[in-house]
């Protein structure tokens, strides 16, 4: 099989050629283009604040509208199920029975009576999305986010909390503004 070379061929087969100019040109290239990307990185890396903070030792300011852990007032909840209707993943969980008639009356702060007794308020934080949509249902808004962001824990079991205990009735007092 014979190849045939046009002058076209032949031209551009030389422009490929590597010379001793074109050798030093692609050094200086090189040397060049690393040395403008270094100066990019160096400005951000001595010019630019971080934006990382020393946590635990310093900690943000969260907005007034930040929606973090979730606190039910269980003295001023109806047991009405609206907050575990609204939620779209179905991490509420709450047991309520009628109050016997002959029991005293309760109201709650705002004056509401209560005609359930709360057996079981419980939410898994590890399902919680933190839409809010529970607490907008919550027609004596007893049901609020917190700013308490610090609640991590080993095991998922330890992601539900029960409300009715009596350390995170406690809560109240420490977390709820």
């Known amino acids: 099989m014979s190849t045939h070379h046009t002058p076209e061929h032949l031209h551009s087969h030389l422009e490929d050629t590597l010379t001793v100019g074109k050798w030093f040109q ?15 990185t160096f400005r951000y890396v001595w010019g630019v604040k971080p934006v990382t903070i020393e946590y635990p030792e310093v900690r943000e300011v969260l907005p007034e509208n930040s929606r973090s852990r979730l606190f039910n007032d269980v003295d001023n909840c109806i047991s009405c199920m609206q907050c575990a209707d609204a939620c779209p993943v179905d991490c509420i969980y709450i047991t309520a029975v009628r109050r016997d008639k002959e029991a005293p009356a ?3 702060d705002d004056g509401t009576p209560l005609k359930l007794d709360l057996k079981q308020y419980t939410i898994d934080t ?33 992601m539900k909390y029960n409300y009715l205990a009596p350390d995170i009735r406690a809560w109240k007092h420490r977390i709820v503004k």
């Open 106 to 108: 309760i109201k709650t």
């Open 26 to 40: 692609n050094i200086w290239d090189a040397i060049r283009t690393t040395y403008k990307g270094m100066m990019i």
């Open 126 to 158: 590890a399902l919680c999305c933190y839409c809010g949509l529970c607490t907008e249902a919550c027609p004596t808004e007893c049901l609020t986010h917190t700013t308490d962001f610090e609640y991590s824990q080993y095991t998922l079991s330890q």
